[in-house]
């Protein structure tokens, strides 16, 4: 959970055009399939500390929905003893292989075998290591209502085969992307904190979804319309990371906005992919924090 010719993408049920461009040959993803993979079995096997300790940068920002580092997360014993399991429905990863994101369901219960407490849907991004290996750098969820059909653990839909382009550039030499994507931030904290949400739209991917709680990743116009309209003016920030692919034609910004007049807050992570030259969002979530406790 586009499209640069430059950016791949894996498309496993989300409703992502089979027909999307892409530079990279599906078999480019199956690392980082096999490290979402692997990480869902180490938290169904030893649990949910031992997993995400393994699986996340140490550095890695995860969100409670207060942003946090992993390591004060998922640090301390003994940890969550509950069970969550999840698997990816989609992927996509930057041109130069270095970057890439997992979107998939997830569920909550308090322990093997119980009862699901809480569904929802995660929105990863993973890095590639200087050994190769594939570690998340963020991982952030909303909770929803349960599926009509829930899915089985580690399913994999078969992978529609890609459309290779044409000319098989990476992304053209522009401008430097951290401080281009540093100042769509600034503007578009400028623009939503005298707009509201609605002043992402211009800024959404012809596919992009919008995640936010009590709902399935929106990606109908009027339903993301609704959902952007919900999201009040008032709150600015500034991105506690932002980050691109060597290739240029991916990064992400993730960080906290508010608190506004009325005390409110809110954690967000946005990934942003090239599309027809210009950087545009194709995944933004959006946790607000709890009320501030009033006397």
């Known amino acids: 959970m586009r499209r640069p010719a430059a950016l791949a993408a894996w498309m496993l049920g989300l409703g992502l055009p089979a027909s999307m461009p892409a530079l990279a040959e599906g078999a480019a993803l199956e690392p980082v399939l096999r490290a979402e993979l692997a990480f869902a079995r180490q938290a169904e096997a030893q649990g949910i500390r031992a997993a995400f300790l393994a699986w996340l940068r140490p550095e890695a920002r995860v969100f409670t929905p207060k942003m946090v580092g992993a390591e004060a997360q998922y640090g301390p014993e003994p940890g969550d003893p509950g069970h969550l399991a999840w698997y990816p429905e989609a992927m996509g990863m930057a041109a130069s292989g270095d970057l890439a ?3 998939g369901p997830w569920t909550y219960a308090a322990n093997k075998g119980g009862p699901v407490l809480v569904n929802g849907h995660f929105l990863s991004v993973w890095r590639k290591q200087a050994d190769g290996q ?4 963020a991982d952030i969820g909303v909770p929803h209502g349960a ?4 899915a089985p653990l580690f399913a994999v839909p078969a992978v529609p085969s890609l459309v290779p382009v044409a000319n098989p550039a990476l992304a053209a030499k522009g401008p430097d992307p951290l401080a281009h994507l540093a100042r769509l931030e600034a503007d578009l904290s400028a623009a939503w904190a005298a707009r509201g949400g609605v002043a992402l739209e211009p800024l959404l991917a012809k596919e992009g979804r919008v995640l936010r709680p009590r709902a399935f990743p929106l990606r109908a116009a009027a339903e993301i319309r609704q959902a952007l309209e919900a999201d009040r003016p008032g709150s600015a920030w500034k991105p506690a990371l932002v980050q691109a692919s060597a290739s240029g034609d991916m990064g ?7 608190p506004d007049g009325q005390g409110r807050s809110a954690s967000f992570l946005r990934i942003w992919i090239l599309e027809a030259g210009a950087w545009k969002v194709l995944f933004d979530v959006r946790l607000p924090h709890p009320p501030p406790v009033t006397r």
């Open 101 to 103: 994101w997992s979107l």
């Open 134 to 137: 594939w570690k998340v750098a």
């Open 147 to 150: 599926p009509k059909e829930p």
């Open 252 to 258: 992400w910004t993730c960080g906290e906005s508010g």
